[in-house]
């Protein structure tokens, strides 16, 4: 997991750096900035008007392009990537579709029930056209929906007892705008009574309705009254205007962010007197000031704050999060950290899609899963004072250079769809390579194995846990307090040859206990060195004798050694556990010269129990290859605590004999540890 957040740090830092190039190329290719402010005077009567039905001004009655460019204005500063984003916007914005309500609850669903929204439904009555006609509704839902006002359409004929009751006995339009300025209010439907079914004229009806929600201000007594008042609002934005309403954008914004952001647009248009506002550091207008506990903010200064909804919308997010907000933001994080794992999983394609699903499942459940919690804890009533400290905490941090860099960046990518998704299959490409390079050495089989051999091992794994659910869960050394298992009994009760024998992993082996076997009195083997050089020049024919028919004995080993399940050096194996001078064929040169030298063998020594696991029985001779433990010999116990050659049991195991040879206990299966007795006090070895 730290893996991939790892990873996913590395691509947001990769976007981060791309931006930056994609910026200094734009700059040298043009010669401008994002930021860098247009001269409306330099731009085309329709530039200017893509700009105003963004910020949502109306221009109806302004034929010249001298008065168009005066309220461009008079809304505020326009900067390139502002006329960027409108351009692209109004490509966009040929794709929208309406809703079609199917009845009653449908409405009441999307509509009466939706308290931070405005809808604008055109209701068509029972054997009556529409009110607005095809072409101009198309118009109409193209305009407002750059402003986040949703459009549907109610056909009576679906549910005509609703129309009945609700009054709407001919065709019209309805607007749902919150009714109250706190959140969760109750939400008030009006009703379209213009002459004129023009576009321009439907669009000013629903701007006056959106813009009597925001509290506007005239003279300078009532701003200083309004600025010094402290109230539930901890966040105000003002707009200081000369305008005669405030923009669409600006209203729609009040209705989004209800009981958030207080919005409070001044209208300094009949002013004589503005010695207040240069007292409250208000110089210029169009100007929008952030006030907020820790000081006052300038909208526009910084790095992608445009005059727009959308880029206005994110900067009010970052400073006043809601729960939604954040819950929907680490869902996007942690998607984004688990389709890592398609390119961080090596080998076949159907393995990267199972462990992706896999994965993203796991995430979603977890982050779902923490999230509970997590809204129960903010529920609690003494948790104010925490609230707003995250609230301050955020409002410090969003308003950095960095932080305004970072929503641009956000927008930027999030209206190039194609570019984030080529971005990011990039970098997975990227991580899948070294992933590739570093694992190809340790694991071939695994990188290079194909589709079909994957699906056999997975049925195989499936299998196995289907017939022993509990075979791979098995740890040793054990703890368990079981006297019996029942399904032993239940298998011994089986007809074993009537099935296939169950495929069970062969991976618990690798963590039975192993040991060499050691005996009392036996020396190191630095002092068998030493005498076996001093007895050499006494018995050198003897010793050429000797060393002749271990010749032989080890080229015979070499034909019947069995490597252990490590792939390391080979062990004692079970054909040659059995010596001609008591000791294992494979043991050093040193050590074999030991058993010919003043030392003798091993009959005549005890073995060496102490070095034993206590769970294991005291046994000296292997019932697999029935010959005697030898001094250095790897031995192996089982859960059952009979004791083997460690080749000899291994051989037995992973020929599908998964039993002990003595007992039949499963090997794979936990028991009781074998306790030994305590010896008397006069049984104790001298």
């Known amino acids: 997991m730290w893996l991939k957040l790892l990873f996913l740090l590395l691509y947001f830092l990769a976007l981060f750096a791309l931006a930056r190039v994609l910026e ?45 460019r005066e309220l461009v204005q008079k809304s505020g500063d326009l900067m390139e990537g502002e006329l960027y984003s409108a351009l692209k916007e109004e490509e966009a914005s040929e794709s929208v579709s309406s809703t079609n309500f199917s009845g009653e609850m449908h409405f009441y669903e999307l509509v009466e029930d939706t308290k931070d929204g405005i809808w604008l439904v055109q209701v068509i009555a029972n054997d009556r056209s529409p009110l607005v006609g095809k072409v101009h509704w198309e118009k109409m839902v193209k305009k407002v929906s750059r402003f986040g006002i949703r459009t549907g359409t109610f056909n009576c004929s679906s549910d005509p007892r609703y129309c009945k009751r609700r009054g709407w006995l001919k065709s019209t339009l309805i607007m749902s705008v919150p009714q109250t300025s706190t959140s969760k209010g ?36 009532h701003l200083k009254e309004e600025w010094n008042r402290s109230d539930q609002y901890r966040v105000k934005i ?129 982050l779902i899963i923490s999230w509970l919690p997590v809204l129960g804890f903010l529920q609690l009533p003494y948790l104010d004072s925490f609230y707003e400290y995250s609230l301050k905490l955020f409002r410090y941090s969003n308003t950095t250079t960095l932080a305004s860099w970072v929503r641009a960046d956000w927008m930027f990518y999030s209206s190039h769809p194609a570019l984030f998704l080529s971005t990011y299959l990039g970098h997975g490409l990227l991580i899948d390579y070294f992933e590739k390079k570093r694992r190809r050495n340790n694991n071939n089989d695994e990188v290079n194995a194909n589709n079909l051999e994957w699906l056999s091992s997975l049925w195989d794994w499936y299998t196995s846990y289907l017939f022993h659910p509990i075979a791979s869960f098995q740890h040793f050394p054990f703890d368990s307090d079981w006297d019996e298992d029942p399904d032993l009994f239940l298998e011994r009760l089986a007809f074993p040859d009537l099935w296939l024998h169950p495929l069970i992993p062969t991976d618990y082996i690798k963590n039975l206990p192993m040991w060499r076997f050691k005996c009392l009195g036996v020396p190191s083997d630095e002092e068998a060195l030493e005498a076996f050089q001093d007895s050499e020049s006494d018995s050198d024919s003897e010793n050429k004798e000797v060393f002749s028919s271990e010749k032989e004995t080890s080229e015979d080993e070499e034909l019947n050694t069995f490597p252990g399940p490590s ?46 696991p206590s769970e294991m029985l005291h046994c000296t001779e292997c019932v697999v290859c029935l010959e005697n433990f030898e001094a250095g010999c790897l031995l192996m116990g089982l859960p059952c605590g009979h004791v083997f050659h460690q080749n000899c049991i291994v051989m037995w195991l992973a020929g599908g004999r998964h039993c002990c040879p003595v007992c039949r206990w499963a090997s794979y299966k936990k028991k009781q540890p074998y306790t030994h007795p305590q010896p008397l006090s006069d049984d104790a070895p001298s």
């Open 186 to 221: 109750k939400v008030m439907l009006k009703e379209y009574s213009g002459r004129k079914i023009e576009v321009e004229h439907i669009f000013k009806w629903i701007t006056a309705h959106a813009a009597s929600r925001i509290k506007t201000i005239y003279n300078s007594e």
């Open 24 to 68: 200094a190329a734009a700059w040298c290719e043009t010669g401008f900035f994002a930021t860098q402010l247009v001269d409306p005077v330099a731009l085309s009567f329709r530039r200017l008007r893509t700009i105003l039905e963004g910020r949502g001004l109306g221009y109806a009655g302004l034929p010249e392009k001298k008065d168009v």
């Open 238 to 366: 003002y707009l200081f205007a000369n305008l005669d309403q405030p923009p669409a954008f600006f209203s729609a914004l009040s209705v989004k962010f209800t009981g958030r952001v207080e919005f409070i647009f001044v209208n300094v248009e009949n002013w004589d007197n503005k010695s207040y506002m240069a007292e409250i550091g208000i110089y210029k207008t169009p100007s929008y000031i952030l006030r907020t506990p820790e000081g006052i903010y300038r909208y526009g200064n910084n790095t992608g704050e445009f005059i727009s909804l959308r880029a206005m919308d994110s900067f009010l997010r970052s400073l006043q999060p809601e729960v939604n907000d954040l819950f929907v933001l680490s869902l996007v994080l942690v998607n984004l950290m688990a389709w890592m794992d398609l390119f961080i999983t090596q080998g076949a394609t159907i393995k990267r899609f199972v462990v992706l699903i896999s994965t993203l499942g796991t995430y979603n459940s977890l």
């Open 567 to 612: 792939g390391g050096a080979p062990r004692c194996a079970a054909e040659t556990c059995s010596c001609a001078n008591k000791y294992c064929q494979n043991e050093p040169y040193e050590r074999q010269a030991r058993s010919y030298g003043s030392y003798g063998t091993t009959d005549d020594l005890e073995p060496d129990w102490s070095a034993w």
